[in-house]
C-alpha cells in the first residue's frame, strides 16, 4: 500500500520552462550557449548540486567566466522569472496530503533555487519530507538519495510512489523497490498514481 507521494520539482512540480527561460535570459546577455551549458549542465553545477561548492563562491565564479556585469541578486532574479508551478500537480500533492499520504520531494537541486523559490512561491508548506542533492551531498539517480528519502519518510521503499521528467533518474529509486515511473504528462501521472491505489480524488 502506498504511503508516501514523491515528486520531482524541475518538469514536474513546476513547468519544465523555468530553467530554460533563465539560461535563455543568460545568452540575451552575449554569453554563448556553450559556455552557458559549461556552467550550468556540466561539472560546476553538479559540484553545486551536491553542495560541494559554496553559494557566494559558485555565483562569483559564474559571473566571472561568463564575464557579465550582473549583481548575484540580479541573476538571482533572472534564475526564477521563468518559473511557474503546475497548478494540476501542486492540487494533486494538497489532496494525496488530505487523503493521509506523505509529500515527498525528491530533487537534484542547488541551495539558490530552492531559496528563491520558497520566496516566490512558499512552495514547501505543501511538503512533509524535502530531500535535496545539495544537502545530502549525493544526486540522482544514485540510490543514496533514494536511501535518504525512505529514512526521512519512515516508510518502506515499497509504500513510496516517485515520479521523474527524467528517465535516467529512476535507476537508483527502481533497485530500491520504490515504485518510480517516468512523467509524461499530468494525465499519464494520475492514471500510473490511480493504478497504485493512490487516491487523488
Known amino acids: 500500500m502506498i504511503k508516501a507521494?514523491?515528486?520531482?520539482?524541475?518538469g514536474v512540480y513546476f513547468t519544465s520552462k523555468g530553467f530554460s527561460s533563465f539560461k535563455e535570459s543568460i545568452m540575451d546577455l552575449g554569453v554563448s550557449k556553450e559556455n552557458v551549458d559549461h556552467i550550468l549542465h556540466g561539472e560546476p553545477m553538479m559540484k553545486f548540486k551536491r553542495g560541494e561548492t559554496k553559494e557566494e563562491v559558485f555565483w562569483k565564479e559564474t559571473i566571472d567566466y561568463w564575464g557579465i556585469s550582473k549583481t548575484i541578486e540580479e541573476l538571482m532574479g533572472l534564475l526564477v522569472s521563468g518559473?511557474?508551478?503546475?497548478?494540476s500537480v501542486s492540487e494533486v500533492a494538497k489532496k494525496v496530503r488530505e487523503n493521509g499520504y506523505k509529500t515527498c520531494i525528491c530533487s537534484n537541486n542547488f541551495v539558490t533555487r530552492i531559496k528563491k523559490l520558497e520566496e516566490k512561491f512558499g512552495f514547501l508548506k505543501d511538503f512533509d519530507v524535502p530531500v535535496f542533492s545539495y544537502e545530502v551531498g549525493i544526486t540522482k539517480p544514485d540510490k543514496g538519495i533514494f536511501e535518504e528519502l525512505i529514512r526521512r519518510s519512515g516508510v518502506l521503499a515499497e509504500e513510496i510512489v516517485y515520479s521523474d521528467d527524467g528517465e535516467d533518474k529512476l535507476k537508483g529509486a527502481l533497485e530500491l523497490g520504490i515504485n518510480a515511473f517516468l512523467y509524461e504528462d499530468f494525465e499519464q501521472f494520475k492514471k500510473e498514481l490511480t493504478k497504485l491505489g493512490v487516491k487523488i480524488g
Do not use: A, R, S
Not at 507521494?5 to 524541475?10: A, P, R
Not at 518559473?83 to 497548478?87: K, L, P, R, T, V
Open 83 to 87: 518559473y511557474e508551478i503546475d497548478q
Open 5 to 10: 507521494v514523491c515528486f520531482d520539482l524541475d
